[in-house]
């Protein structure tokens, strides 16, 4: 172990002061709250300032009383209403252009006609796409809610005619439905689709995403910093010194990951930071209440938590220091990534659409085959039920699946297996490359 | 049956004989006690015996046999593929010979590669550094792995002296010139304070003065009993160091003895011309 110890320095140092690398933990923390803060921003002003000047052209063909209520409702919200004579669509539309209209509201003939025979009466709404940001759909948004009022408003007004001493609303809603969520043996106050919906947006998306960039850039790293040993001829040295190829590889994977450590934290941070900007945008409204009123989680849940994703470092950064032990340079090393990276995203995916307990047998022991489906089952699993003994037993597999990788390179690291195994591969690139 | 071995080193008759038996666990004793190693208390570093190295189909080294005694500098010259670095290679544990025997100080090269590893230092031919450490935490990671930390700083001290790099050791690497990062090197593996230095051509590509200053280096650490096996294609290099050299050709040693011997037998005024005449003749 006090062996260990230098060579774990080295790597760190090596790594954390790699502009490469620290730029690549840093810009997570600066970028993503930046971005979030800049598309809040952005979305929050355009929609303000929407809203404030909302212009709204009305042609009322119809031109009775009932029409006349409804263009001086449109008249009494916030929004100004410009009136156009006629009924030509197409000269309508430029005069819109003209005066910077957004949407055009037309009053169809025997729009009083069907109300007073309680027929749906029609009104057709155009809207003129100007920009396409996210500032837009908010406002679209606005305005749709803003119709769904006047629904309301005139459906008041006819029951009131049918019977003033009726409740519209019992009218209109006669029954209602409180919807319930049973978490775990808690019974929730949320509507399943609600919990569904939030809960996909938040832990069983956090979760993966945050997992499959830390992957992506762990394997990276870890390929990046042992083929560079090849690259810049230093494997040779640390090959003679008075360390064994195992404990060589044993310090490869403790310094990566705990640079991969840092940069989990630091993306995490960013990231959350970035999602809680997101969640104050309008209409963008996921409530935090939302995971106050979810069952707690318990302790060791978190614990097991944080223990799969370490494995699942470890494990990803073992595959790295494989890929780049057989690499004769950073170059290949980056091709033969992909190999690696492919195998990592297909249990992503399979876990985060599917449900592996209802999948075919062969697919579970694809998914449970690797150790980075067991961070997004637990995170998946921990709310709504309890922990699947299946990532339990991950744990252990976990650490033996990334003891046999070292060891099995260990075992291929001596310079002239490693010589002929990246010839081989080398020459199969190249093979590869002449053929396309 | 009991069998006590005292001479087990590779000049003791008995072990010429039975050795092969005795690693391969053929020999049939109930008790075998090895008491003392020949090479470990005589004055043999090193020796290599009938080596062959072939990848695939082309022989690298081809039977070379040649020892050297402890507190020597012996040079292995030569052009370009000669087999030097092969057979560097092989003595410091990083490529397994296809056959022969290699010992350094009385340890089989392969048997006992984790206690040669701990004698030995090498400095490869192409020997890189790491671009974002300093020299000086360069050299304090090594000595750390050969050292308890009282004298591993201690140690450092040394080498930063060696190294005669001055401030520039607090430097990283990355901006260190050739010159700079072979002397680094040189003083890594002279920290550790090995029983057998191996350097694959130490003054490569430098210039003048920062050759000069490694050759120092190299002289000054012989003097003081170290044992240096190192290879050169400047053949002037290894007259100036080395009290014994085998110039190699092809995979041989076509000839090996103290350079002044070499070129008297040779009638020739350097080595580059003894070497010249022997490869033709």
Same mark, same amino acid.
């Given at each position: 172990?006090?062996?260990?110890?230098?060579?774990?320095?080295?790597?760190?140092?090596?790594?954390?002061?790699?502009?490469?690398?620290?730029?690549?933990?840093?810009?997570?923390?600066?970028?993503?709250?930046?971005?979030?803060?800049?598309?809040?921003?952005?979305?929050?002003?355009?929609?303000?300032?929407?809203?404030?000047?909302?212009?709204?052209?009305?042609?009322?063909?119809?031109?009775?009383?009932?029409?006349?209520?409804?263009?001086?409702?449109?008249?009494?919200?916030?929004?100004?209403?410009?009136?156009?004579?006629?009924?030509?669509?197409?000269?309508?539309?430029?005069?819109?252009?003209?005066?910077?209209?957004?949407?055009?509201?037309?009053?169809?003939?025997?729009?009083?006609?069907?109300?007073?025979?309680?027929?749906?009466?029609?009104?057709?709404?155009?809207?003129?796409?100007?920009?396409?940001?996210?500032?837009?759909?908010?406002?679209?948004?606005?305005?749709?809610?803003?119709?769904?009022?006047?629904?309301?408003?005139?459906?008041?007004?006819?029951?009131?005619?049918?019977?003033?001493? /009726?409740?519209?609303?019992?009218?209109?809603?006669?029954?209602?439905?409180?919807?319930?969520?049973?978490?775990?043996?808690?019974?929730?106050?949320?509507?399943?689709?609600?919990?569904?919906?939030?809960?996909?947006?938040?832990?069983?998306?956090?979760?993966?995403?945050?997992?499959?960039?830390?992957?992506?850039?762990?394997?990276?790293?870890?390929?990046?910093?042992?083929?560079?040993?090849?690259?810049?001829?230093?494997?040779?040295?640390?090959?003679?010194?008075?360390?064994?190829?195992?404990?060589?590889?044993?310090?490869?994977?403790?310094?990566?990951?705990?640079?991969?450590?840092?940069?989990?934290?630091?993306?995490?941070?960013?990231?959350?930071?970035?999602?809680?900007?997101?969640?104050?945008?309008?209409?963008?409204?996921?409530?935090?209440?939302?995971?106050?009123?979810?069952?707690?989680?318990?302790?060791?849940?978190?614990?097991?938590?944080?223990?799969?994703?370490?494995?699942?470092?470890?494990?990803?950064?073992?595959?790295?220091?494989?890929?780049?032990?057989?690499?004769?340079?950073?170059?290949?090393?980056?091709?033969?990534?992909?190999?690696?990276?492919?195998?990592?995203?297909?249990?992503?995916?399979?876990?985060?659409?599917?449900?592996?307990?209802?999948?075919?047998?062969?697919?579970?022991? /694809?998914?449970?085959?690797?150790?980075?489906?067991?961070?997004?089952?637990?995170?998946?699993?921990?709310?709504?039920?309890?922990?699947?003994?299946?990532?339990?037993?991950?744990?252990?597999?976990?650490? /033996?699946?990334?003891?046999?990788?070292?060891?099995?390179?260990?075992?291929?690291?001596?310079?002239?297996?490693?010589?002929?195994?990246?010839?081989?591969?080398? #020459?199969?690139?190249?093979?590869?490359?002449?053929?396309? | 049956?009991?069998?006590?071995?005292?001479?087990?080193?590779?000049?003791?008759?008995?072990?010429?004989?039975?050795?092969?038996?005795?690693?391969?666990?053929?020999?049939?004793?109930?008790?075998?006690?090895?008491?003392?190693?020949?090479?470990?208390?005589?004055?043999? #570093?090193?020796?290599?015996?009938?080596?062959?190295?072939?990848?695939? #189909?082309?022989?690298?080294?081809?039977?070379?046999?040649?020892?050297?005694?402890?507190?020597?500098?012996?040079?292995?010259?030569?052009?370009?593929?000669?087999?030097?670095?092969?057979?560097?290679?092989?003595?410091?544990?990083?490529?397994?010979?296809?056959?022969?025997?290699?010992?350094?100080?009385?340890?089989?090269?392969?048997?006992?590669?984790?206690?040669?590893?701990?004698?030995?230092?090498?400095?490869?031919?192409?020997?890189?550094?790491?671009?974002?450490?300093?020299?000086?935490?360069?050299?304090?990671?090594?000595?750390?792995?050969?050292?308890?930390?009282?004298?591993?700083?201690?140690?450092?001290?040394?080498?930063?002296?060696?190294?005669?790099?001055?401030?520039?050791?607090?430097?990283?690497?990355?901006?260190?010139?050739?010159?700079?990062?072979?002397?680094?090197?040189?003083?890594?593996?002279?920290?550790?304070?090995?029983?057998?230095?191996?350097?694959?051509?130490?003054?490569?590509?430098?210039?003048?003065?920062? #050759?000069?200053?490694?050759?120092?280096?190299?002289?000054?650490?012989?003097?003081?009993?170290?044992?240096?096996?190192?290879?050169?294609?400047?053949?002037?290099?290894?007259?100036?160091?080395?009290?014994?050299?085998?110039?190699?050709?092809?995979?041989?040693?076509?000839?090996?003895?103290?350079?002044?011997?070499?070129?008297?037998?040779?009638?020739?005024?350097?080595?580059?011309?003894?070497?010249?005449?022997?490869?033709?003749?």
């Amino acid at each position: 172990m006090r062996k260990i110890i230098p060579l774990i320095e080295k790597e760190v140092k090596d790594l954390l002061r790699d502009p490469r690398i620290y730029i690549g933990l840093i810009i997570p923390v600066i970028m993503l709250p930046l971005l979030g803060s800049i598309m809040s921003t952005a979305v929050s002003t355009s929609i303000q300032t929407s809203m404030v000047v909302l212009k709204i052209a009305v042609i009322d063909a119809d031109k009775t009383r009932l029409s006349k209520e409804f263009l001086n409702l449109l008249k009494n919200t916030d929004m100004s209403v410009y009136e156009i004579d006629g009924t030509d669509l197409n000269s309508a539309i430029n005069w819109m252009r003209e005066l910077g209209l957004e949407f055009l509201i037309v009053v169809e003939k025997g729009f009083e006609e069907d109300l007073n025979n309680f027929r749906v009466a029609n009104i057709r709404v155009y809207a003129i796409i100007y920009s396409v940001g996210l500032g837009s759909i908010g406002k679209y948004n606005a305005f749709q809610t803003q119709l769904q009022n006047y629904i309301k408003i005139f459906s008041d007004m006819l029951i009131y005619r049918l019977n003033p001493n /009726v409740n519209a609303e019992t009218i209109r809603k006669p029954l209602n439905f409180t919807f319930h969520s049973i978490l775990k043996n808690n019974v929730v106050k949320i509507n399943p689709q609600t919990f569904l919906s939030q809960f996909l947006m938040g832990y069983s998306i956090i979760v993966p995403m945050i997992l499959f960039i830390l992957s992506i850039s762990v394997v990276q790293m870890a390929a990046t910093a042992t083929a560079v040993e090849n690259e810049e001829k230093t494997l040779e040295t640390l090959l003679t010194l008075p360390v064994s190829r195992y404990e060589i590889l044993v310090a490869k994977l403790l310094g990566s990951s705990i640079i991969s450590v840092i940069g989990g934290v630091l993306f995490t941070m960013g990231f959350l930071i970035y999602f809680e900007s997101m969640l104050k945008m309008p209409g963008m409204d996921i409530s935090t209440s939302f995971y106050q009123v979810l069952p707690p989680i318990h302790l060791e849940s978190f614990l097991l938590l944080g223990i799969s994703i370490m494995l699942s470092i470890f494990f990803i950064t073992s595959l790295g220091v494989v890929i780049g032990a057989l690499s004769s340079d950073v170059r290949m090393a980056n091709s033969l990534l992909g190999f690696v990276i492919i195998p990592i995203m297909v249990p992503f995916f399979l876990i985060l659409y599917g449900d592996p307990k209802v999948m075919p047998l062969a697919i579970k022991l /694809v998914i449970y085959a690797f150790p980075t489906s067991y961070p997004t089952l637990i995170a998946r699993e921990m709310i709504i039920n309890p922990i699947p003994v299946e990532a339990i037993f991950g744990i252990p597999y976990s650490i /033996v699946i990334t003891t046999v990788i070292l060891y099995v390179t260990s075992l291929i690291m001596s310079p002239e297996k490693l010589l002929t195994l990246q010839h081989k591969l080398r #020459a199969r690139t190249v093979g590869k490359e002449k053929r396309q | 049956m009991f069998l006590i071995l005292k001479d087990y080193g590779l000049n003791a008759p008995f072990n010429k004989k039975y050795s092969n038996k005795l690693l391969y666990g053929s020999f049939k004793t109930d008790f075998c006690l090895v008491t003392e190693r020949m090479e470990e208390g005589s004055e043999t #570093a090193v020796v290599v015996k009938n080596l062959v190295k072939r990848f695939g #189909a082309f022989t690298a080294v081809d039977g070379i046999s040649f020892e050297i005694n402890k507190g020597e500098v012996f040079g292995l010259i030569g052009p370009n593929g000669a087999g030097k670095t092969t057979t560097l290679r092989i003595i410091s544990t990083l490529l397994p010979p296809t056959s022969g025997e290699v010992r350094v100080f009385g340890n089989d090269i392969l048997r006992d590669a984790d206690k040669i590893r701990r004698i030995i230092s090498y400095l490869a031919e192409e020997a890189g550094t790491y671009r974002n450490i300093s020299g000086k935490e360069y050299l304090s990671i090594i000595a750390r792995i050969y050292f308890d930390s009282e004298e591993a700083s201690k140690a450092v001290e040394e080498a930063i002296e060696f190294s005669g790099l001055g401030d520039r050791i607090n430097d990283k690497m990355k901006t260190y010139s050739k010159g700079m990062k072979r002397r680094i090197q040189i003083a890594r593996v002279l920290m550790t304070k090995p029983k057998l230095a191996i350097l694959d051509e130490p003054t490569a590509g430098l210039d003048v003065f920062h #050759a000069q200053y490694i050759r120092n280096i190299i002289k000054k650490y012989a003097e003081n009993g170290g044992t240096v096996i190192l290879s050169s294609h400047n053949m002037l290099e290894v007259e100036y160091l080395c009290s014994r050299v085998a110039l190699m050709h092809q995979g041989h040693i076509v000839i090996q003895d103290k350079p002044q011997a070499i070129k008297n037998r040779l009638n020739a005024s350097n080595l580059e011309e003894a070497f010249v005449k022997v490869v033709a003749s």
